[in-house]
């Protein structure tokens, strides 16, 4: 599978966005609320958030789950540590990691949540793998992740000017669950899409900047972007203008639950 995100620019920008991130994550709470509510009614010993960021969801899993065990990971040091010192959780672990490489135990966790995390994994199958290896059978891995349809309105723009990599590319339906393996069941899969609207094309560059989340992609162009090409950017993303006047940007997202298959 083509090697789509630099992982180490991911862990770079999120670790210096940490103290801006929740200031402009409107959407991302939004997702991520949406995606406690699909969590299962049930009593669990371990928790494991994946990609917990800023630790926005440490206390709403603890009020879901009052008696388990936090496991809060993120590739990303400085939002680890921004999390840590904020979100103050007596039963909860703070890790350091790579979701591809989980330092957990085998068949030891309960269940996994991931808000807009796994997006910026480097092999996806590598991802489940690990996945499957650290659920308990009949374990729930719930996650809400982001599709190919992302902010196409500036991949259109850009396309107007060059045929460089400007916009992070994530995975489609089809090739997400294309690499999830034998052993997890798919329950259940539910799309939507988020239009976030702003005046200005600077208002959505500096949100982008200041959650961490500008280009990623493995190859992307180098060096400067010249003034021309700019001013045709803007142009090219200014002719997108919806009926009311406002700059639309666009989020797919998916809403995904997957369960460990119980041994016979």
Not at 8 to 31: C, G
Request: charged residues 25%; proline residues 3%; aromatic residues 10%.
């Amino acid at each position: 599978m083509e090697k789509l995100i630099d992982k180490q620019r991911v862990a770079d920008s999120f670790s210096k966005a940490a103290t801006s991130y929740d200031s402009v994550a409107e959407l991302q709470r939004e997702i991520g609320s949406e995606l406690i509510n699909r969590l299962p009614h049930k009593t669990v010993d371990r928790v494991l958030d994946l990609g917990c960021g800023t630790g926005y969801f440490t206390p709403l899993l603890r009020d879901k789950y009052p008696h388990a065990v936090l496991i809060n990971l993120d590739l990303a040091e400085g939002m680890l540590s921004y999390a840590r010192n904020n979100r103050y959780d007596a039963n909860a672990h703070w890790l350091c990691a790579d979701a591809e490489s989980l330092p957990i135990a085998d068949n030891s966790v309960d269940l996994i949540f991931s808000s807009l995390a796994i997006q910026w994994c480097e092999n996806t199958k590598q991802l489940f793998a690990e996945l499957l290896r650290v659920l308990r059978p009949g374990g729930q891995f719930v996650v809400a992740t982001l599709g190919p349809e992302t902010l196409f309105e500036l991949k259109n723009a850009w396309q107007a000017v060059d045929s460089f990599t400007h916009v992070n590319k994530f995975l489609s339906r089809e090739l997400f669950l294309e690499a999830c393996p034998n052993g997890l069941s798919l329950e259940s899969f539910h799309e939507a899409y988020k239009v976030l609207r702003y005046n200005q094309l600077k208002e959505l560059t500096d949100e982008l900047k200041r959650l961490g989340a500008h280009n990623m992609n493995a190859g992307q162009q180098t060096g400067l972007t010249g003034r021309e090409r700019i001013r045709r950017f803007k142009s090219a993303y200014e002719a997108q203008r919806d009926a009311q006047g406002f700059l639309p940007a666009t989020y797919q997202v998916f809403y995904v639950v997957f369960q460990k298959q119980t041994q016979d």
